[in-house]
């Protein structure tokens, strides 16, 4: 199962209560209002002692709540249901490891937290709102989703419910694979608390009389080896009717009193703990970055404690012993009735093949076949756009094979930020290096949770003769950029290029909504080479007619759009302005957005994630509307849709309006040109978002999402599955 980024990627228990996202009640002091007196109105004097803008953790928070009502909603398969509690779960974790440990970090000081109100009320803020969160997600895995699983003949089996045929086969399997690997740690003075690794299954078990040597130890600890499987499989002649499956939890907890021989078990409860997984290295004073990197992801697993999961009825004793050593407070800790890793249960849905219980089958329709050299035949004549995972990835592998494989081909050149373990596109890379192709590839080692991969393909490709370099330092490389130099017609280069909104990641193509772009335009692929220049030369980079690049230009010139927008509009002409992407928090592009409502600009933002913009508030953001689109994919393209009086401005980009895109990585916004393509921008990435009534969640001015609904004899319609219709193969089944 894919972990969406991530799908980082969520939603609210009950529609009608969407989301808790809490306005700040407090603006910070010296905290000014946009000016609006172009307009007329003026705020409200609530608005004036209220923040103008909504809290960030609470916004990331409510995303989730929003990707917990895909799991609340019965029209959706059941193992979809199951994927979409396992997403809410990954996504609580990375919340954790980063948001959460990145707040905690900068409020500690000599091992203290600050013990400042503003800080200690976002905690607790945090913690309600994950407690409530979480506690929602186990409800609804125990009362709904496991049991009518159940009912379509797949069984997550507990001890209780296992008759004694399976009792016997669990007993063996925990003799044969699992009791072996355990080591049982007693706790004494020559015992001392084992390192916990980072989201690692534990026990803490609670044990009476005395010892083998006399003494009365009464803790110990017991890890579960990472190499075991945490959902298993019982064989087929012990399901009755189905699947039948039991936790590595379970198996263990059935026996554990097993591994204490002569002693009495009194209690015993599973324990997970969460880290501050960021990495970390001053990247002005390392010598290789690789190496560096290489070191902290051995550490990575045992960083700063940030929370504590254990069973629903683990005794308060045994919470509280835990709680001190990771020296963690109350709030932090996360009793749970199941599985304290409930991203596991993803496995099952692999197991699964039963169709029913999943989305009907979706098939991307490609583009027309071609041979290696058709591809640059086909570009000279027109660019290529692609909308993912509606159109193929492999269309973007077929040009990166091509050019390996092309005789004319001189160099390659592209940037990596995600690709993951296993990759045709890296492939086709090494395989352009040994036949003896200029490739350079810039390999971003800071993204974050694929350091290891990104530093083993940067080892591959150094090593088939590529050049490899990371980027900038102290900025992520995330731009998405591909560069194709190719000998023609009286030995002139010629430049072909792609530019995509997503990763060159072949697996999350179908699960992310994405757009790329091919071209040979001459002025478009040439900044790219500069780019890449740039990036590997780290000279100053030339002023760029058609790419914004941060971070030097990307935030100035979206804000300059917007203001071009807002000039449009005192003006009397129509000013328009619809933007796309994953979160939107940037201060001053927030504000720019402020002051283009103020002057009478109709704006629409399509926001999936964290928004900390506050709309339809009067005098202030009356004319900006905010929504999400929660779906089957995860909303990922970034498009920023100027009207600029009828010339219709259409930009895709790699990057969200956030500080850390617009000033703390490498982004690259990039212009759609022909007029046909701006067309299918908007009619495919804009206007069924904005139409949607199924998927959608409208964000008040409040800081609350309410989901959208067909009304009267209105017909619902999802963006998604409108575009699953029209641009692919989708079974009938699915079909409105």
């Given at each position: 199962?894919?972990?969406?980024?991530?799908?980082?990627?969520a939603d609210d228990?009950?529609?009608?209560?969407?989301?808790?996202?809490?306005?700040?009640?407090?603006?910070?002091?010296?905290t000014?209002?946009?000016?609006?007196?172009?307009?007329?109105?003026?705020?409200s004097?609530?608005l004036?002692?209220?923040?103008?803008?909504?809290?960030?953790?609470?916004?990331q928070?409510?995303?989730?709540?929003?990707?917990l009502?895909?799991?609340?909603?019965k029209?959706?398969?059941?193992?979809?249901?199951?994927?979409?509690?396992c997403?809410?779960?990954?996504?609580?974790?990375?919340?954790?490891?980063?948001?959460?440990?990145?707040l905690l970090?900068?409020?500690?000081?000599?091992?203290?937290?600050?013990q400042?109100?503003?800080?200690l009320?976002?905690?607790?803020?945090?913690?309600?709102?994950c407690?409530?969160?979480?506690?929602r997600?186990?409800?609804?895995?125990?009362?709904?989703?496991?049991p009518?699983?159940?009912?379509?003949?797949v069984?997550?089996?507990?001890?209780?419910?296992?008759?004694?045929?399976q009792?016997?086969w669990?007993?063996?399997?925990?003799?044969?694979?699992?009791?072996?690997?355990?080591?049982?740690?007693?706790?004494?003075?020559?015992?001392?608390f084992?390192q916990?690794?980072?989201?690692?299954?534990?026990?803490?078990?609670?044990l009476?009389?005395?010892d083998?040597f006399?003494?009365?130890?009464?803790i110990?600890?017991?890890?579960?080896?990472?190499v075991?499987?945490?959902?298993?499989?019982?064989?087929?002649?012990?399901?009755?009717?189905?699947?039948?499956?039991?936790?590595?939890s379970?198996?263990i907890?059935?026996?554990?009193?097993?591994?204490?021989?002569?002693?009495?078990?009194?209690?015993?409860?599973?324990?997970r703990?969460t880290?501050?997984?960021?990495?970390?290295?001053?990247?002005?004073?390392v010598?290789?970055?690789?190496?560096a990197?290489?070191?902290?992801?051995?550490?990575?697993q045992f960083?700063?404690a940030?929370r504590?999961?254990?069973?629903?009825?683990?005794p308060?004793?045994?919470?509280?012993f835990?709680?001190e050593?990771?020296?963690?407070?109350?709030?932090?800790?996360?009793p749970?009735?199941?599985?304290v890793?409930?991203?596991?249960?993803?496995?099952?849905?692999?197991?699964?093949?039963?169709?029913?219980l999943?989305?009907?089958?979706?098939?991307?329709?490609?583009?027309?076949?071609?041979s290696?050299?058709?591809i640059?035949?086909?570009?000279?004549?027109?660019?290529?756009?692609?909308?993912?995972?509606f159109?193929?990835?492999?269309?973007?592998?077929d040009?990166?094979r091509s050019?390996?494989?092309?005789?004319?081909v001189?160099?390659?050149?592209?940037?990596?930020?995600?690709?993951?373990?296993?990759s045709?596109?890296?492939e086709?890379?090494i395989?352009?290096?040994?036949?003896?192709?200029?490739?350079?590839?810039?390999?971003?080692l800071?993204a974050?949770?694929?350091?290891?991969?990104n530093?083993?393909?940067?080892d591959?490709?150094?090593r088939a003769?590529?050049?490899?370099?990371?980027?900038?330092?102290?900025?992520?490389?995330?731009?998405?950029?591909?560069?194709?130099?190719r000998r023609?017609?009286?030995?002139t280069?010629?430049?072909?290029?792609h530019?995509?909104?997503?990763?060159?990641?072949?697996?999350?193509?179908?699960?992310?909504t994405?757009f790329?772009?091919?071209?040979a335009?001459?002025?478009?692929a040439?900044e790219?080479?500069?780019?890449?220049?740039?990036?590997?030369?780290?000279?100053?980079p030339?002023?760029?007619?058609?790419?914004?690049?941060?971070?030097?230009?990307?935030q100035?010139?979206?804000?300059?759009?917007i203001?071009n927008?807002?000039?449009?509009?005192?003006e009397?002409?129509?000013?328009?302005?619809?933007?796309?992407?994953?979160a939107l928090l940037?201060?001053?592009?927030?504000?720019?957005?402020?002051a283009?409502?103020?002057d009478?600009?109709?704006i629409?933002?399509?926001?999936?994630g964290?928004?900390?913009?506050?709309?339809g508030?009067?005098?202030?953001?009356e004319?900006?509307?905010?929504?999400?689109?929660?779906?089957r994919f995860?909303?990922?393209s970034?498009?920023?849709?100027?009207?600029?009086?009828?010339?219709?401005?259409?930009?895709?980009?790699?990057?969200?309006?956030m500080?850390?895109?617009l000033?703390r990585?490498?982004?690259?916004?990039f212009?759609?040109?022909?007029?046909?393509?701006?067309?299918?921008?908007?009619?495919?990435g804009?206007?069924?978002?904005?139409k949607?009534?199924?998927?959608?969640?409208?964000?008040?001015?409040?800081?609350?999402y309410?989901?959208?609904?067909a009304?009267?004899?209105?017909?619902?319609?999802?963006?998604?599955?409108?575009?699953?219709?029209?641009?692919?193969?989708?079974?009938?089944?699915?079909?409105e």
């Amino acid at each position: 199962m894919q972990n969406q980024d991530v799908i980082n990627s969520a939603d609210d228990g009950d529609a009608n209560e969407a989301s808790t996202v809490n306005p700040l009640k407090n603006a910070a002091p010296g905290t000014k209002l946009p000016r609006i007196a172009r307009t007329g109105k003026s705020a409200s004097s609530e608005l004036a002692r209220t923040a103008i803008f909504l809290d960030r953790e609470m916004s990331q928070i409510a995303f989730n709540w929003r990707v917990l009502a895909q799991a609340e909603d019965k029209s959706i398969p059941l193992l979809e249901r199951l994927k979409y509690l396992c997403i809410v779960g990954s996504n609580l974790d990375e919340f954790f490891e980063v948001r959460v440990a990145s707040l905690l970090a900068q409020n500690t000081i000599d091992g203290e937290l600050v013990q400042h109100p503003a800080f200690l009320s976002t905690l607790k803020r945090i913690s309600s709102e994950c407690h409530q969160l979480t506690e929602r997600q186990y409800e609804l895995l125990n009362q709904e989703i496991l049991p009518q699983l159940s009912k379509k003949g797949v069984h997550l089996l507990r001890h209780s419910e296992r008759n004694e045929a399976q009792r016997a086969w669990v007993k063996s399997y925990f003799e044969r694979e699992v009791r072996p690997l355990l080591t049982p740690i007693g706790l004494d003075p020559a015992h001392p608390f084992p390192q916990v690794v980072n989201k690692s299954l534990n026990f803490i078990v609670s044990l009476a009389g005395k010892d083998a040597f006399g003494r009365g130890t009464a803790i110990a600890i017991v890890k579960a080896p990472r190499v075991l499987p945490r959902i298993i499989k019982l064989p087929d002649e012990l399901s009755v009717d189905g699947l039948s499956f039991c936790l590595l939890s379970s198996v263990i907890h059935s026996h554990i009193a097993d591994l204490f021989n002569g002693r009495d078990v009194i209690n015993y409860s599973q324990f997970r703990v969460t880290r501050d997984s960021d990495l970390w290295v001053d990247e002005e004073e390392v010598k290789n970055l690789r190496q560096a990197l290489q070191g902290e992801l051995q550490t990575r697993q045992f960083g700063a404690a940030v929370r504590l999961e254990v069973a629903k009825n683990c005794p308060e004793d045994l919470s509280r012993f835990l709680l001190e050593q990771f020296s963690l407070d109350h709030d932090r800790l996360y009793p749970v009735d199941g599985p304290v890793n409930m991203v596991r249960l993803g496995e099952i849905v692999d197991h699964v093949k039963q169709p029913s219980l999943r989305f009907p089958p979706f098939s991307a329709k490609a583009i027309g076949k071609y041979s290696h050299t058709d591809i640059f035949t086909l570009l000279r004549k027109q660019d290529i756009l692609l909308h993912h995972p509606f159109q193929p990835f492999q269309t973007v592998i077929d040009f990166i094979r091509s050019a390996s494989l092309d005789p004319n081909v001189v160099a390659i050149k592209q940037t990596i930020y995600r690709t993951g373990m296993n990759s045709d596109l890296m492939e086709s890379l090494i395989t352009a290096a040994r036949l003896g192709k200029e490739v350079t590839v810039i390999v971003e080692l800071m993204a974050r949770f694929d350091e290891e991969a990104n530093i083993n393909w940067a080892d591959k490709l150094q090593r088939a003769g590529a050049q490899v370099v990371y980027g900038v330092v102290g900025l992520k490389t995330h731009a998405k950029l591909a560069l194709v130099i190719r000998r023609e017609e009286a030995g002139t280069l010629r430049h072909y290029a792609h530019l995509g909104t997503g990763n060159y990641h072949p697996s999350t193509t179908r699960f992310y909504t994405d757009f790329g772009l091919l071209t040979a335009h001459p002025g478009i692929a040439a900044e790219v080479n500069e780019v890449f220049i740039h990036l590997t030369g780290l000279t100053k980079p030339k002023k760029l007619e058609y790419l914004w690049l941060a971070p030097f230009a990307l935030q100035p010139q979206i804000i300059k759009a917007i203001r071009n927008e807002a000039r449009i509009a005192r003006e009397g002409r129509p000013g328009r302005i619809i933007a796309k992407m994953n979160a939107l928090l940037d201060e001053s592009v927030i504000r720019a957005l402020y002051a283009a409502s103020a002057d009478g600009v109709k704006i629409d933002l399509i926001i999936r994630g964290a928004c900390a913009l506050r709309p339809g508030v009067p005098g202030l953001s009356e004319n900006i509307r905010v929504r999400s689109i929660i779906g089957r994919f995860l909303e990922h393209s970034r498009i920023y849709y100027f009207r600029n009086d009828l010339a219709h401005d259409v930009h895709l980009a790699s990057a969200d309006w956030m500080n850390r895109n617009l000033f703390r990585r490498i982004e690259v916004a990039f212009p759609v040109l022909e007029k046909s393509l701006k067309k299918r921008v908007i009619s495919e990435g804009l206007d069924p978002y904005l139409k949607d009534n199924t998927n959608a969640w409208i964000l008040d001015s409040d800081g609350q999402y309410e989901r959208k609904k067909a009304r009267g004899k209105q017909a619902s319609f999802g963006a998604q599955q409108y575009l699953m219709q029209q641009l692919g193969s989708l079974s009938a089944s699915e079909d409105e």
